[in-house]
């Protein structure tokens, strides 16, 4: 009977220990893997609040790392980038939310945010990857410490937006504007 009433009291909390704590910094290796429900100075949004953005017109920016062509595949190998689908309108800045950016990244991060706010710090904008994703809340941890003041955080991405709508999401090339 004891064993019984154990296990109730852990069903019953298990959503308490699942809970995520927020990080002191970024969060590298599994990236797809539960995420917090906060990000301080970030407004952390649902589906229904995306697609209201989206009407108002704020900018999207989707961090979904870029799959590049394997090392060592044998000579003559044809290799095809996978396709990339995102949400409509969304300007995808690729590999910008790993733990660690390289210059090359860091700046692709700020020129794209640049670019889709207009320069203006204060404009919306939507940041967001796939369903647990850390690289999305790495990207807008990085937006709100770059000085944006009006960073949403989509954790649901891409997958909650085409769950919400049931709409397709469009195909994406780097170096899409």
């Known amino acids: 009977m004891i064993r019984w009433a154990a296990l109730l009291m852990l069903v019953a909390a298990g959503p308490l220990l699942a809970q995520v704590p927020e990080p002191q910094t970024y969060r590298g290796e599994p990236y797809r893997a539960p995420v917090p429900a906060t990000l301080r100075g970030a407004e952390v949004i649902d589906a229904d609040r995306a697609i209201q953005l989206h009407a108002q017109g704020a900018a999207f920016v989707d961090v ?74 790495n990207a807008a941890r990085r937006a709100v410490e770059m000085g944006y003041s009006a960073v949403s955080w989509f954790p649901g991405g891409t997958d909650d937006w085409q769950q919400a709508l049931g709409a397709d999401l469009v195909k994406v090339e780097p170096g899409d504007p």
């Open 64 to 137: 979904y790392p870029r799959t590049r062509k394997p090392e060592g595949l044998p000579e003559g190998t044809i290799w095809r980038e996978p396709r990339h689908e995102t949400i409509p309108g969304a300007v995808w800045l690729w590999d910008t939310g790993y733990q660690e950016l390289a210059p090359a990244e860091q700046a692709r991060l700020a020129e794209g945010l640049t670019q889709v706010t207009g320069g203006d710090r204060s404009a919306p904008v939507v940041i967001f990857c796939r369903a647990d994703c850390w690289m999305s809340w």
